[in-house]
């Protein structure tokens, strides 16, 4: 028998793999077209071995941006009956067809990573998307930001799509009269690791809700059932728009609008504080109630530039109860299921933006705890799409083309820890 490649080897053939020439998958099968925050974090992966590549994945994704300025959470370049909702179910009408809907605004940050690695070749590449990058933040401020913090439409949006969180304000979303579908998801994954069926009724009826509405942001706005602040779009687009200033300033453009952004969103994430949970929560705009449930985008708050001893405590306390951080929800919590998505398992992507966001506020120990439990759980475990927290067992998709670039960029021990475009906000 071969020897297993190096895990740098395997990180690489994973994420040439699952290239579809222009755009990379975030595993085939289960999910076999362009992920927006899959391929942003992809393309930092990539940019290790082919940073030309890297800034092609960018440009493929912006490509699919909507005239409003909005850039979906799929891209659906090449029909694949693997998954569901395919294109019908969405309607969007938009060529190439894609999804109605966003996710967080990881593209700013990766370009800014990008054009760190060699400035003088990526400076053209970032002129061709920066006012695209521009467009889509323009749209969040307009859209989404209400109170300050971002508003989500669908618990897809914010990528913890059944995270504790939108227990509460998913039961305001009424399912009967769904059109009839069938699941994709559970050809390719134990169910058990998977939302479960009336999370995705609703998910279905928000979707038929947009439709119907015709995507139309206004309406949406005010009569989606599903409205809630979420600190996952909201860290990662202030995070987003600190780079995107940078960006701004290297092309010599103006910031003005950038700086109310962020003074904006820097007013919104207090929002989010959750005096009783003593930490950044969701908060349900129709309900108007917080979700009161810790989650790992909860610790995003460094990444996005915004220290917090109070973060800093239950962080530690949390690590304690596990034997691999950063669980998406604390054990002993009400929902919280070791190996169910994101009711529980560890996801590297997390981990890494927590991980450095931590690093450039000098918090080392824990930084280095976080980096150093994501190597053990990918060289235990392998390249998967999640882990569960308590025994480091791989769960959900394997082959995972972020957790590949996470490794690569960031986790593998052939890179060095400043030696990564996340730390410095
Ligand atoms: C899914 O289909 O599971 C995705 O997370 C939706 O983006």
């Known amino acids: 028998m071969d020897a297993p490649l190096p895990l740098d080897d395997q990180a690489r053939s994973i994420l040439a793999a699952n290239c579809r020439g222009t755009y990379t998958l975030p595993t085939s099968g289960l999910y076999p077209y362009q992920w927006n925050w ?45 998954y569901f909702p395919g294109p019908d179910a969405w309607g969007t009408g938009h060529q190439p067809p894609t999804s109605g809907i966003t996710q967080p605004p990881a593209a700013a940050t990766i370009a800014r990573r990008l054009l760190r690695q060699d400035p003088k070749a990526g400076r053209h590449r970032l002129a061709g998307v920066f006012s695209k990058i521009l467009a889509w933040h323009r749209w969040f401020d307009l859209y989404r930001c209400e109170h300050g913090a971002v508003a989500a439409s669908h618990p897809w949006e914010t990528g913890r799509d059944n995270a504790p969180d939108w227990d509460g304000p998913l039961e305001a979303v009424d399912v009967v009269g769904i059109e009839p579908f069938v699941r994709r998801d559970l050809q390719h994954v134990d169910p058990e690791m998977r939302p479960t069926k009336i999370d995705y009724d609703r998910y279905m ?23 809630v602040a979420d600190p996952t779009l909201t860290f990662i687009l202030l995070r987003a728009n600190l780079d995107l200033r940078v960006l701004a300033v290297e092309l010599g453009r103006p910031t003005d609008e950038i700086d109310r952004w962020i003074a904006r969103l820097r007013q919104g994430a207090e929002a989010l504080w959750n005096p009783d949970l003593e930490a950044y929560d969701s908060y349900d705009l129709r309900g108007q109630r917080f979700a009161g449930t810790l989650s790992n985008a909860s610790f995003l708050c460094w990444y996005a530039g915004v220290d917090n001893p109070g973060m800093v405590a239950r962080l530690e306390s949390l690590l304690g109860e596990v034997s691999y951080g950063v669980p998406s929800h604390p054990p002993g919590s009400r929902g919280f299921e070791p190996r169910r998505y994101w009711r529980g398992p560890v996801w590297a992507i997390m981990n890494m933006m ?17 980096r150093c439990d994501t190597r053990r759980l990918i060289a235990g475990g392998g ?38 475009g996340f730390a410095k906000t």
Request: hydrophobic share 40%.
């Open 354 to 370: 927590i991980g450095t966001g931590l690093a450039g506020f000098g918090h080392h120990a824990l930084a280095s705890r976080i």
């Open 205 to 227: 009826a928000l979707v038929q809700f947009g439709r119907d509405a015709g995507w139309d942001e206004d309406v949406i706005r005010a009569r989606s059932p599903f409205r």
């Open 38 to 82: 899959d391929s942003a974090f992809s393309a930092s992966g990539i940019a290790r071995f082919d940073l030309d590549r890297a800034w092609t994945e960018l440009e493929t994704l912006f490509s699919a941006q909507w005239p409003n300025g909005m850039v979906p959470h799929i891209v659906f370049h090449q029909f694949d009956e693997s």
């Open 383 to 420: 390249f998967s799409e999640y882990f569960d927290p308590l025994d480091g067992s791989p769960a959900g998709g394997g082959s995972f083309s972020w957790t590949a670039a996470v490794w690569l960029d960031w986790a593998s021990p052939s890179t060095m820890e400043d030696d990564h």
